[in-house]
């Protein structure tokens, strides 16, 4: 005898059922993440806790993916379709200061990436459940993914030289690595600190950038005795910072433009003239037309650095993130389940055109497939500070956990009817071919000697 | 044969004998005060002046510049006297003029009397049968390098080539025949005391610069345009950037100013103007200065994607003095003046185009006292006409005198004895290798 099937609602009932049953667990996993905080292609440990979950649960994966990524396959019981990703981020920030850093590396959660595994976690968690699994067609891809965090450039870029990586952001690689190809539509959430009252917000988008390096190489001499025989790199470089503010005035508000960097070496001791000056700036905007417009402005600005005392520059450009577009259809699925769990006055969704001004390797994913990336409340304190913590891990894990397990179901019952229209209606912004072209377009080393 | 100290003792009382004439003309020139290539009376009374000498004056040398010789007894070196004929502009100067705002505000007007002072005493058959060699006693145009938009338009025209006014008497030939060259500034400042011998003074390059930039409207559009105010400031900031690269001793100044700075405050500036001279010590560190700024002002362009046109116009060289003129000039001011009255400084900032002069010839550019106020404020005038005159006379008379009489031996001493840093077919190219202009856009 089979049993008859369950309504969406109760399916949803279900699969919320099942998370507030396992919540102990699930924000005790967040808890020993933030106790073992690991940067971006290193997130070892946390990889390693995350196996052993999907081996409790009985999730087939794979692992190593991008150096640290774990991916799983959860098949449907009522047939073929659409393959959904729900996806958490394994890396950390490093801020040396923060409450639950780690002594030695200076990592630390301070932007809540830890609650995402949590939350990735609970949400499969109440999608196994045998009564809600059977009833969905297609499959779940519950995906650990590693270094969202644009940071520790220098290292990666070692990596990169050592050919361990191509890109330097986790989801990139893994799309350049074709691991996304058997995946139809993805989501996640991110905690965020500036919710108010609300504890589910989606919509807005995130800004594209590039990432720059920049040395500057001057001639080395007494900072007394013979600075006429020296060549100024740190004025070089201080000239270029000008040049970037000269040009901020043309910036127009609807892009967005952020450009940002700091001086990673300044010098080599006060009493010679600075001949090695190197800079780590980010050019961000929410277009990538703009973004790359303003990476030519800014390198222009670095050569007239240069020219302006008669340096050298080398500046190597590393592709950054695409810009975050959120699947419309997809997004309405997320605040209908929103609605249903938290209420309409606790859930925000803001104006496609909101600029949060960060920027996201989700954004990259949505540029391929239908993606949507809601914020959960929960945490308190300026993002990657040394303040930002979770106060609220009930908003910040079991809420979003209990919200994408609701959207999944809302995909992938009946057939997976919302899934398949969700698809049917995507047009890409890009192909896989023509992503990977644009980034590595983006890549370059350029130099420019202003000497003699 | 009269000794030198019979001859400068008949120089001083020629020259005395004529205080009274030499101080009103003086005053005349004071109260018509005209800018450089421009000094049409100055010009016509010191002309008239060397013709009542019995001298034959040439007129119109360089536009305004008047040349007169007196040839000694035997055959020896010339001597060039000079003294230069043009005022500055300084509107609230005492003695400017109401209508052009010309005032000599540099005490040059003493200048042209110290010339025809000493031209006096020693075109006298009294004094100038024991000389040997020629004088030639020159009255100069536009040593201050100002008014640079006319002066440029001047040569535009083909009426001059270069913008100071013994550059363009080089050019010319005015200084192929002379070996030797001196003149006497006034000054104002009391470390220079009474007479002060100097060492050297700063050459100097001067650019005109436009920054073009894009206009738009600063408000609805400023991503449309391009700044070319901030382009200049930026220009500004990469010049100072270079400042400690430049070292003390080669005293390297870079003033610049904006002379149009944008159209309308409610568009972006398209159209900024500067102006800026560059000076050192000496050529070689003038040049790297230059091509510092240059590099700075290309910098400022391309910071913001602007143009630049960048006019480079010769200036003056830095002037260096001849020592043993120099010693000579100091035994003369000790004797007029005594000597605790007799200053040196080694350096001074500012540029003439004497220093020209100096790179060709052993020359002497020292000082007399008698002025109070800022060189070139609106406060400079002479105070002591006894002395920024009369005693100054006497100096270029006596010091004359030591060269050019007893068969000029001193005089053919120095004139052999300084090799010339340029001939004046060097100094020519030079002069017209310097002179540029570059259109910059990266």
Not at chain 1, 38 to 64: C, D, N, P, Y
Request: aromatic residues 4%.
């Amino acid at each position: 005898m089979t049993s008859p099937s369950l309504s969406v609602e109760e399916l949803k009932k279900r699969a919320c059922e099942t998370i507030e049953k396992s919540k102990n667990e699930i924000v005790d996993i967040a808890q020993q993440i933030l106790a073992n905080p690991e940067a971006g292609f290193r997130e070892t440990k946390t990889a390693q806790l995350v196996s052993r979950k999907f081996q409790e649960m009985g999730i087939q994966h794979e692992t190593g993916l991008a150096l640290t990524g774990l991916k799983g396959r959860i098949t449907g019981g009522a047939g073929p379709g659409p393959s959904v990703a729900v996806i958490g981020e394994l890396d950390s920030l490093v801020v040396t200061e923060h409450p639950h850093a780690d002594r030695e590396t200076g990592a630390a959660h301070a932007c809540g990436h830890h609650c995402q595994i949590g939350m990735m976690l609970g949400a499969t968690m109440g999608l196994l459940a045998p009564e809600v699994l059977s009833e969905l067609s297609g499959s779940i891809v519950p995906f650990a993914v590693p270094a969202e965090e644009f940071i520790e450039v220098e290292q990666r870029l070692e990596m990169r030289e050592l050919g361990r990586l191509e890109f330097l952001g986790g989801k990139q690689e893994l799309i350049k690595l074709g691991h996304f190809d058997d995946v139809d539509m993805a989501m996640m959430c991110h905690t965020a600190s500036d919710m108010g009252e609300r504890r589910f917000a989606m919509g807005g988008t995130s800004n594209g950038h590039v990432v720059k390096f920049v040395k500057y190489t001057g001639v080395g001499a007494h900072a007394g005795s013979l600075p006429h025989q020296g060549v100024n790199a740190l004025n070089a470089a201080s000239f270029a910072i000008q040049a970037i503010n000269a040009l901020r005035e043309t910036h127009r508000a609807d892009d967005t433009v952020r450009i940002h960097g700091i001086m990673t070496k300044g010098g080599e001791a006060v009493s010679a003239v600075p001949s090695d000056v190197r800079l780590e700036w980010r050019v961000r905007s929410s277009t990538p037309k703009v973004v790359v417009e303003n990476s030519e402005a800014v390198d222009r600005c670095f050569r007239a650095g240069a020219l302006a005392v008669g340096a050298k520059v080398n500046i190597t450009t590393i592709p950054g993130y695409l810009p975050m577009r959120h699947d419309t259809k997809l997004q309405d699925v997320f605040r209908k389940s929103a609605v249903e769990l938290v209420g309409e006055s606790a859930t925000l969704v803001m104006p496609a055109r909101r600029n949060r001004g960060g920027s996201t390797d989700m954004g990259d994913l949505s540029h391929l497939m239908p993606a949507c990336h809601p914020y959960a409340a929960g945490a308190v304190g300026p993002g990657h500070s040394s303040e930002y913590v979770i106060t609220d891990y009930e908003s910040a894990v079991v809420i979003p956990a209990k919200i994408m397990a609701m959207v999944v179901i809302d995909l992938l019952a009946d057939g997976a009817k919302r899934a398949q229209e969700i698809k049917g209606n995507h047009r890409p912004l890009m192909s896989k071919q023509s992503y990977i072209k644009f980034q590595r377009e983006r890549a370059e080393v350029t130099e420019y000697d202003a000497a003699g | 044969m009269p000794s030198k100290e019979d001859l400068k003792r008949r120089a001083s009382e020629i020259i005395d004998s004529k205080a009274e004439d030499l101080t009103a003309l003086v005053k005349t020139i004071l109260a018509n005060p005209e800018p450089g290539f421009r000094e049409l009376k100055t010009a016509k009374l010191v002309a008239e002046q060397f013709g009542a000498l019995g001298l034959q004056p040439r007129s119109g040398l360089a536009v305004t510049g008047v040349r007169a010789d007196a040839v000694g007894t035997a055959p020896g070196p010339t001597l060039a006297i000079l003294g230069e004929l043009d005022s500055l502009i300084v509107a609230d100067h005492p003695h400017a003029d109401s209508n052009t705002n010309a005032a000599h505000a540099c005490g040059h007007h003493c200048q042209i009397g110290m010339m025809l002072g000493a031209a006096t005493a020693l075109t006298n058959s009294d004094v100038l049968d024991s000389l040997s060699g020629r004088l030639a006693f020159m009255a100069v145009p536009a040593e201050e390098y100002i008014e640079i938009e006319y002066r440029d338009n001047l040569r535009r025209d083909g009426k001059i080539e270069f913008l100071g006014g013994k550059p363009e008497l080089v050019r010319l030939g005015e200084f192929d025949d002379v070996h030797l060259a001196m003149m006497l500034h006034t000054t104002s400042n009391p470390a220079e005391k009474q007479m002060c011998i100097s060492n050297t003074n700063n050459g100097t390059v001067a650019k005109r610069i436009q920054f073009i930039g894009r206009a738009s409207h600063a408000g609805g559009a400023p991503h449309l345009g391009i700044n070319a105010l901030n382009a200049a400031t930026m220009a500004m900031s990469a010049i100072n950037f270079n400042r400690e690269t430049f070292r003390d001793e080669d005293s390297i100044r870079v003033h610049p100013i904006i002379t149009k700075g944008g159209e309308a405050v409610s568009a972006v500036p398209a159209d900024v103007r500067m102006e800026t001279f560059v000076r050192g010590r000496s050529l070689e560190a003038l040049m790297d200065a230059n091509t510092k700024v240059d590099r700075a002002l290309r910098a400022g362009a391309m910071s913001v994607g602007a143009k630049v046109k960048i006019q480079t116009i010769p200036g003056y060289l830095p002037l260096r003095q001849n020592k043993g003129m120099a010693d000579m000039f100091r035994m003369n001011a000790t004797d007029l003046v005594g000597e605790e009255n007799v200053g040196y400084v080694d350096h001074r900032g500012g540029s003439t185009d004497m220093g020209d002069i100096s790179h060709l010839m052993p020359v002497i550019h020292p000082y007399v006292g008698g002025a109070i106020g800022l060189g070139h404020g609106a406060n400079y005038v002479i105070e002591d006409y006894g002395l920024a005159l009369i005693k100054g006379a006497k100096s270029l008379a006596y010091t004359a005198i030591d060269l050019l009489a007893d068969n000029a031996s001193l005089g053919n001493n120095i004139a052999g004895g300084q090799r010339p840093e340029m001939s004046i077919p060097d100094y020519l190219r030079f002069m017209r290798g310097l002179a540029s202009e570059e259109t910059f856009e990266d």
